[in-house]
């Protein structure tokens, strides 16, 4: 008798467990799968973060509804029953939380991709919104457990002061993060050149540092409470298009007249094909000083942003000599005159 009612008892959790999961299954497989065409379909892109979050979690919960209902129906000792049904509870819980800041994380980015100036994609943001969100998780857990948050809080308080003490460092660099993403000064894809003479591309802003890569690749870490305290050229603002300056000499029998005609249309002509150039700028000449063996002039051209200068100037460089060479103008390179004075013997 005893076994026969275990066995039905097994029986009714196995069905109820069973049945939670294959509707589960068929809520994923179906449900979700035209839920996903949908959002693909529109414009709107938070939909498909948020189906991407249910993917693969419905199943998950409905398993976890199904032990939790298969323990309120078999008779358990109590406290097998409560200990389980806590821990399908924080499973739960914690599952839930990870689902919502995968959906928080993905419109936050979102969102920074469309407004950077409003709101840059950084990782002090990411870390801040999931610990919030877990934070939130951890508090539904305690309350549902029946812990009181209270003396926690209170510990809380009471402690906060010695690690704020002991995390000085920490502390600064993470509101002075907050203060520069706030503030915007710099910005994620900013060129910046500090007055240490560092320059680089900003890649992140930590809760502790902000990371620069420079040109040769290399990585550059940045306390962020020297960071904010720096002072910054920062070549991304109040647009990325940067002017350049190209100094060149040619010599003092120059047709001045030409030179400027020629120099101009060879740097038009590398501002429309060469890749970074802005195409619509016009460039201009000017000379500017007499010098020791050559008439300095410089060349004003305007790239998209900071690092495509390098390739302009080495198109334009290479053309303009050659049109230089075929045009018979001498580039003047450091030479000196020697004046000979002879003078005869006179011989009393």
Known sequence: ??????????????????????IGYLIERFLLTKLKKYAESTHWECDDIIVCALRGRLIRWMLFGGLYSALIAIPLPYGITGYSKNILIVLFVLSATAAASDIAVGIINIYAKKSRRAFPSTSIFTNLTISLLFIIGAIIIMQSLGISITPILTALGVGGLAVALALQDTLSNFFAGLHILFSRPIRPSDYVRLDTGEEGYVVDITWRNTSIKDLTENMIIVPNSKMAAAKVTNFALPSKTVIILVPIGVSYESDLDKVEEITAAVAKEVMVEVSGGVSDYEPVVRFYKFGEFSVLFNVVMCVQEFAAQFLVKHEFVKRLHKRFQDEGIEVAYPAQTVYLKNEKNIID
């Open 1 to 22: 008798m005893i076994e026969s009612l275990l066995i039905s008892q097994l029986g009714t959790a196995l069905t109820i467990v069973g049945g939670a999961v294959l």
